[in-house]
């Protein structure tokens, strides 16, 4: 059980683009999905935290401009990175949670390379 | 504000030998701990959690961890390593100040090399 999919597991695009990265809890309501990046060897950096039917809540330092995040239902949550840069190339990971109290839940994550 | 620190970023075991992964924990309120596991190129699986029930946590691939609050420690162990125990581990503490929005503060990882 708690099984999360995240599509897509790897994209290469290039500079300037969108790119769309989907989040599905398949077997459970999560009211609460996050947004990871991470760098080579090294841990995880929490970007935002979506709440179904609500404005997503960024850490500081993340640009919401540029990271927008929907969660339109209680089982899909996406990440668009607008205009994409090199810079923005980086390891992707959600995850999802149906209770405060309750773990996470993670999703494969999305390698993101643009040229 | 909750913190975790794990102590060692490289950790190598041989094969059958005990593993031991450490985690100290910095936290205001009772803490709801977590390991979890990350092979290359995949997401984060969850071992155990602790959420204030038994001190000694028994989780999956048979991983357990002790809650002991007086050294502030979530030390991960298993008896004897497999080579496909060879991943990064998390410890995470999930943060419960106000808002308590179940945000994790994870831990810089621990990388666990097992030599046959």
């Known amino acids: 059980g708690a099984v999360v999919s995240q599509h897509p597991s790897w994209v290469i695009c290039k500079s300037g683009t969108s790119v769309k990265i989907e989040c599905r809890s398949l077997?459970?309501?999560?009211?609460?999905m996050f947004w990871y990046r991470q760098f080579p060897k090294q841990s995880l950096m929490l970007m935002a935290t979506?709440?179904?039917?609500?404005?997503?809540?960024?850490e500081q330092g993340v640009e919401k401009d540029k990271f927008l995040i929907n969660h339109a239902s209680l089982t899909l949550s996406t990440l668009t990175v607008t205009s994409a840069h090199p810079e923005d190339s980086s390891f992707y990971i959600c995850?999802?949670?149906?209770?405060?109290?309750?773990?996470?839940?993670f999703g494969d994550g999305t390698r993101l390379s643009i040229l | 504000a909750q913190s975790v620190t794990q102590l060692g970023s490289h950790v190598s075991v041989s094969e059958g030998a005990l593993v031991l992964l450490r985690c100290n924990y910095s936290?205001?309120?009772?803490?709801?701990l977590f390991w979890y596991v990350q092979y290359p190129n995949q997401g984060l699986q969850l071992l155990l959690k602790?959420?204030?029930?038994?001190?000694l946590v028994k989780g999956i691939n048979g991983f357990e961890a002790e809650f002991k609050k007086s050294e502030t420690s979530f030390h991960l162990t298993k008896p004897s390593a497999h080579m496909s125990d060879a991943a990064e581990y998390f410890c995470?503490?999930?943060?419960?100040?106000?808002?308590?929005?179940?945000?994790?503060?994870f831990g810089q990882g621990t990388t666990l090399q097992v030599k046959p």
């Open positions: 995470a503490v999930s943060d419960l100040g106000s808002g308590n929005t179940g945000k994790l503060i």
């Open positions: 979506s709440n179904e039917g609500s404005k997503a809540t960024y």
């Open positions: 936290s205001s309120v009772p803490p709801y």
């Open positions: 077997d459970f309501q999560a009211t609460t």
């Open positions: 602790y959420t204030s029930a038994a001190t």
């Open positions: 995850s999802a949670s149906w209770g405060v109290d309750q773990p996470q839940h």
